[in-house]
């Protein structure tokens, strides 16, 4: 049975139908369009999923639609439509991208990293995206570009 949910994604609100077993990561890309937000493999392993609700960095493949509702949702498309937001240019500056498929999960977890901490250190970024997974092994572009990324932010 599909239930009216009021979701607030990105700053702007919308009803959607959400069947009772409907991840966040199908209501935001299937329902409603925003594919920024990957589906990798739908079990929470491999972070491409990741958005922030709430302030946290969560796994929307394993996040029911129904919990999100009355939470603040921010996805890739909420950062920046045309890439402009520090933390997108930074993966730009410093090659932290290959294919792409998995940066709007790093980004996003980097993200919910520096919105606590803004001067992180190496542990603290590993830690932060210990659950993202880069099949093509950018992985030290990424931490440099987290890293530059935390220098824009705090200028």
């Given at each position: ?7 607030k ?23 409603l ?8 493999c ?6 491409a999923?990741?958005v ?9 493949c ?72 880069c099949r093509c ?19």
């Amino acid at each position: 049975m599909e239930k009216l949910s009021n979701l607030k994604i990105n700053g702007q609100s919308f009803i959607v139908k959400v069947k009772p077993y409907d991840s966040l990561n199908k209501v935001l890309r299937d329902y409603l369009g925003l594919t920024g937000t990957k589906r990798g493999c739908d079990y929470g392993g491999c972070g491409a999923c990741t958005v922030i609700v709430d302030g946290k960095a969560v796994y929307s493949c394993m996040y029911p639609a129904l919990k999100a509702e009355g939470k603040e949702i921010l996805t890739i498309e909420g950062l920046s439509s045309l890439g402009t937001h520090p933390l997108q240019r930074a993966f730009i500056e410093m090659h932290a991208l290959q294919c792409g498929y998995c940066t709007p999960g790093f980004i996003m977890a980097a993200y919910a990293l520096l919105k606590v901490n803004p001067s992180p250190t190496l542990n603290e970024i590993l830690e932060a995206i210990v659950g993202n997974l880069c099949r093509c092994g950018t992985y030290q572009n990424i931490i440099n570009a987290i890293k530059h990324a935390s220098k824009l932010l705090t200028r």
